[in-house]
């Protein structure tokens, strides 16, 4: 599964989408870059429809009350943001909502019963950063896996990060569920093309 994130580039965030329907993406999150609610609530109410008609899932970050007003499938949190027991309740029991974490020890402080997916990240080749020392690797999504399995706890778990095309089959492998994507279908030659590469790909991985 694909999830792509809108991101700041030339292109505008309809023309992100536009590209990534016609990819045949069923997933994509809404990450607005401006903080104006107004102008981040038009644009939510512009591209639901184009995601409706393509039966595609369209989420996004942080905004519980946009996701209600909006009429959209969910919201993805980051952990400082409100709970999401309380998006739950504000958005219902059939909204999707997804809660970015890191470590393990995140994993644990969420209430599971509200989540319908993680975002885990995030991931660099190296799992090294020398400034922030906090980047994930591919061992690190592996062996979150197997602690999850340990547990009992089969929350979908998506990745996010710096990732390649030639990242994905490796990661995919580590037992995830699906890979989150912004800046590497963006900046591609044709991003329509490197989308459906991608698609096509983890659709391969899923049929194995």
């Not at 401006?34 to 644009?43: R, Y």
């Not at 039966?55 to 996004?60: E, M, N, P, Q, Y």
């Not at 390649?164 to 890979?179: K, R, T, Y």
């Amino acid at each position: 599964m694909l999830q792509f994130i809108t991101g700041t580039h030339t292109f505008s965030v309809k023309q992100q989408v536009e590209m990534m329907l016609k990819a045949g993406c069923k997933w994509i999150e809404y990450h607005p870059d401006k903080s104006h609610k107004d102008e981040i609530l038009s644009t939510a109410k512009e591209i639901l429809p184009m995601c409706r008609n393509n039966d595609c899932i369209l989420t996004i970050s942080k905004w519980i009350d946009i996701a209600s007003e909006a009429n959209l499938d969910g919201v993805n949190l980051e952990l400082c943001d409100s709970s999401a027991s309380t998006a739950r309740k504000e958005l219902g029991e059939k909204a999707i909502i997804g809660v970015n974490i890191h470590t393990f020890d995140d994993m644990e402080l969420l209430n599971l019963n509200d989540i319908d997916y993680i975002q885990l990240g995030e991931f660099s080749t190296t799992g090294i950063d020398s400034k922030k020392g906090d980047l994930l690797g591919f061992d690190d999504y592996r062996n979150f896996v197997l602690k999850c399995q340990d547990k009992g706890i089969s929350t979908p778990i998506v990745a996010i990060g710096t990732i390649a095309f030639n990242d994905i089959e490796q990661l995919m492998n580590s037992g995830i569920n699906g890979i989150a994507m912004c800046h590497t279908i963006l900046m591609a030659q044709n991003p329509v093309d490197e989308a459906e590469k991608i698609i096509s790909l983890l659709k391969s991985i899923k049929g194995k």
